[in-house]
């Protein structure tokens, strides 16, 4: 049975990390770990950038049928709307990799405490620790 929570690491192919029992939390070989993890990441949605602008260049057609012509708009509202969230995800990474070059990363943004290894390699953009990230679920639930 394959573990979930290293699946993020694996996809890029990456095996997860192995701490040893008396390691610092966030040291140079972590730091450099989770910036190869995000730099694998950006670049395969960078890629895929770069595929959806050729894909989209290639098939423009001006088709004579409306028919034909909506469902090509609709395919490229489709692709574009998938492009325009990872376009977001790329800037989350960037801010993750800032948070490296800040010796930042890794510690939660609202309490300070360990986010933990395993829950970065699941989410490698995750800025809250489990507690905290549930807290402000609960409340964005409750605010409608």
Known sequence: MVDAR???AKAFGFEPYQAAGDEEYMNQDQEAHFRE???A???SLMEEVDRTVHHMQDEATNFPD????ATQESE???ELR???RERKLIKKIDEALGRLDDHDYGYCEACGVEIGIRRLEARPTATLCIDCKTLD???EKQRG
Request: hydrophobic share 35%; no cysteine; proline share 5%.
């Open 6 to 8: 290293n699946e993020a």
């Open 37 to 39: 993890i995000l730099l």
């Open 41 to 43: 990441w950006k670049r």
């Open 66 to 69: 409306p028919n034909d012509r």
């Open 76 to 78: 490229f509202s489709l």
């Open 82 to 84: 998938t492009r325009d």
């Open 137 to 139: 679920e609960i409340r």
